[in-house]
């Protein structure tokens, strides 16, 4: 079970930070993916952190921008968004997997977060 929080309102080129709360003794085991969806769009991918928090994996579209981290102790991952603009407002959600997953296949999702950022 994930919930998502910290999500809210920013102005173009402020920043927003949103968290990822697992809960269970097994999170650490979870590689973590962040999406996000805006109004009429399709899901897309924004970035990920594996099991063991030494590999990262971003969208070309927040590389530099935004940054994913992860502290077992609390089942939390966190996701720095930084330079926002207008094109980052969207739902925010964050997904488990494990490594034997399929691709695609995800074992729980948050509810997720509002992000707006006005121009």
């Known amino acids: 079970h994930l919930v998502e929080s910290g999500g809210g309102w920013v102005q173009a080129g402020g920043s927003l930070s949103l968290s990822c709360v697992g809960s269970?003794?097994?999170?650490?085991?979870?590689?973590i993916d962040w999406f996000r969806q805006a109004p009429g769009l399709e899901r897309e991918f924004v970035e990920a952190?594996?099991?063991?928090?030494?590999?990262?994996y971003y969208a070309d579209s927040v590389k530099g921008r935004f940054t994913i981290s992860r502290d077992d102790a609390k089942n939390t991952v966190f996701l720095q968004m930084n330079s926002l603009n207008p094109e980052d407002t969207a739902v925010y959600y964050c997904?488990?997997?494990?490594?034997?997953?399929?691709?695609?296949?995800?074992?729980?999702w948050g509810q997720g977060a509002q992000v707006t950022v006005s121009s």
């Open positions: 269970g003794r097994t999170f650490s085991y979870y590689a």
């Open positions: 952190i594996d099991w063991s928090g030494t590999r990262t």
């Open positions: 997904a488990a997997k494990r490594d034997d997953n399929k691709p695609g296949e995800y074992d729980s």
